[in-house]
């Protein structure tokens, strides 16, 4: 077998996954998820990360970035979400619709474009590895045999796809409240004024009296560093250490 410098990665991905494999072994499953990487490896650098570098995930937990390439930066989706407390097969189905997503807008470019040629500037953020497992699901229906199981894979995920994941994520309600007033300032550095020349109007169409600047883009009175540091915060606890 020709050697390969994802195969390290794969292997120990697999072996993480060990007692979840499902249909196939270690060995079927470890040459899937080297032959995933390959395919992107011939439309990008794409390398394994050798040396630790901690991503915070906004306060919420930590996962390591596992490939980079020219541009950016990879974490694979079971570190990211056993830091969340995700189940897998969620975050495993969360992954496979964003995907899907990206492949309609691939597709809507390469038409535009018209060219005939197939584009990949909308697929580098997400990379099935291609693996088949199957876990315990408490909230799955039952099989003949009684039995509540979820079939999950693993995937890398763009690092510039995180508030996105932690949005759909368990903590996602969390994540906007501590992360609106940054989005805020944002917002403002973008637009400005103008927000205040845009009516906001009410579910019915009647307007509010008010506009974009003030309505929808609220910092809370907080200051561009002060919004940050909001917005990296974490669960916000109250003093019996409850979340609030």
């Known amino acids: 077998m020709t050697f390969s410098i994802h195969h390290p990665f794969a292997a120990k991905v697999v072996a993480r996954h060990d007692a979840l494999l499902c249909n196939d072994g270690p ?3 470890t040459a899937r998820v080297v032959a995933a990487i390959e395919r992107v490896s011939k439309v990008t650098l794409f390398a394994p990360m050798h040396t630790e570098v901690i991503v915070d995930l906004a306060g919420f937990g930590e996962a390591p970035i596992v490939y980079v390439t020219e541009k950016d930066e990879y974490l694979l989706l079971s570190d990211v979400a056993e830091a969340l407390g995700w189940p897998l097969p969620k975050a495993h189905k969360w992954a496979q619709l964003e995907n899907d997503f990206a492949v309609r807008d691939q597709r809507d470019h390469d038409e535009e474009r018209g060219d005939g040629r197939l584009g990949w500037e909308c697929l580098l953020d997400y990379v099935d590895l291609r693996l088949d497992l199957v876990m315990d699901d408490p909230e799955a229906r039952p099989d003949a045999g009684g039995r509540r199981w ?3 894979g693993d995937w890398l995920i763009s690092k510039d796809r995180l508030p996105l994941l932690l949005s759909c994520s368990p903590w996602g309600k969390e994540f906007m409240d501590n992360a609106l007033p ?9 637009w400005g004024d103008k927000l205040k020349q ?3 109007v009410n579910l019915d169409g009647t307007p509010t009296g008010g506009n974009a600047y003030d309505d929808l883009f609220s910092t809370d009175g907080l200051t561009e560093e002060e919004a940050l540091h909001r917005a990296r915060r974490g669960p916000a606890l109250d003093e019996d250490g409850d979340h609030r």
């Open 198 to 200: 845009i009516p906001t």
């Open 150 to 152: 979820s079939s999950a």
């Open 182 to 190: 940054a989005f805020g300032h944002a917002i403002w550095q973008v």
């Open 27 to 29: 060995e079927e499953q």
